[in-house]
């Protein structure tokens, strides 16, 4: 876990350089375009079949995953790369708002504060982490790439959600995330034939294979610690990533955010662990799920 979350990290640094050469959506195709033929290849080694029996729920799931993915991009480009992977990292604290938002929709108004106050407390502490995070970047038009940021945590929280629907559907990994590339392609590369193709500028133009290559690299870590860790430490070691960001930040871009920001980080990490701790005793981890 933590190998892949400096993969993801690496990952963002790559995006940063590609960004001002490519926007978003051309970004997010050619991702998606090496994660359908690395994942093609994968699943014919592994002898699993690409045909579904239930593709309404990856049709779904694709389409929030492409949103989460472009929004995540975007806030990378414009954001200090910390900021942009603690933004989205507050998946977690978003699945424990659902489901505080669900217990007090379906249950009598005398029970649930008793029973997820603690939840609830974890995610008003989130929360407040990205008020802080957010209050130096809210100048200007990074105020666009940090509510990408937010946009992005929130659908990367529906998609974990519709994940966990498939893997109880018995769809494989490989093949859920084969169809979330082929969706990103689709859309990422629908969404440059509308805003054009920016002119190839070499070598820049190179940054865009490692994206593809990382996020498929950081994908098979994150699947292989789910799958032989323990559960609960393999998921509080994601936030690994957020310090392999801020320190790429401090080195690679001279990224310097204030006291603010860096304390509301810690708040979202806290929160985040917190959340996962709590959400584990109601129901069960959600399963291993890609970050881009």
């Excluded at 982490?129 to 946009?151: D, K, M």
């Excluded at 294979?209 to 323990?230: E, N, W």
């Excluded at 990224?255 to 304390?263: T, V």
């Amino acid at each position: 876990m933590v190998l892949g979350a400096a993969l993801f990290a690496t990952m963002g640094v790559c995006i940063k350089k590609a960004a001002p050469y490519f926007h978003s959506f051309e970004i997010v195709g050619y991702r998606g375009l090496i994660g359908v033929v690395l994942l093609a290849v994968l699943a014919r080694q592994q002898g699993v079949a690409l045909a579904t029996r239930v593709p309404a729920m990856h049709l779904w799931r694709s389409i929030v995953g492409t949103v989460s993915l472009l929004a995540w991009f975007y806030a990378i480009a414009t954001l200090p790369l910390p900021t942009a992977m603690t933004l989205n990292y507050m998946s977690s604290v978003w699945v424990a708002a659902f489901l505080v938002g669900g217990s007090l929709l379906l249950q009598r108004p005398a029970q649930p504060l008793r029973q997820q106050g603690p939840l609830l407390a974890t995610v008003l502490v989130g929360f407040a982490g990205v008020a802080l995070v957010l209050r130096p970047s809210f100048e200007g038009a990074a105020a666009l790439g940090g509510l990408s940021g937010l946009l992005s945590g929130l659908t990367s929280a529906l998609a974990y959600l519709q994940v966990a629907a498939l893997a109880r559907a018995g769809e494989p990994e490989t093949r859920t995330v084969f169809w979330f590339s082929v969706a990103a392609a689709v859309l990422g590369l629908a969404g440059t034939a509308v805003l054009g193709a920016s002119a190839w500028v070499w070598p820049q133009a190179l940054w865009l294979l490692p994206i593809g290559v990382l996020a498929m690299l950081g994908q098979l870590c994150m699947t292989r610690a789910y799958a032989s860790g323990a559960t609960l430490v393999v998921a509080n070691l994601q936030y690994f990533g957020i310090a392999f960001a801020a320190l790429y930040g401090l080195l690679l871009f001279d990224d310097r955010l204030p006291w603010q920001g860096w304390l509301g980080m810690l708040l979202i990490v806290a929160s985040g662990v917190a959340a996962t701790l709590l959400r584990e005793r109601a129901v069960p981890r959600l399963p291993a799920e890609e970050h881009a």
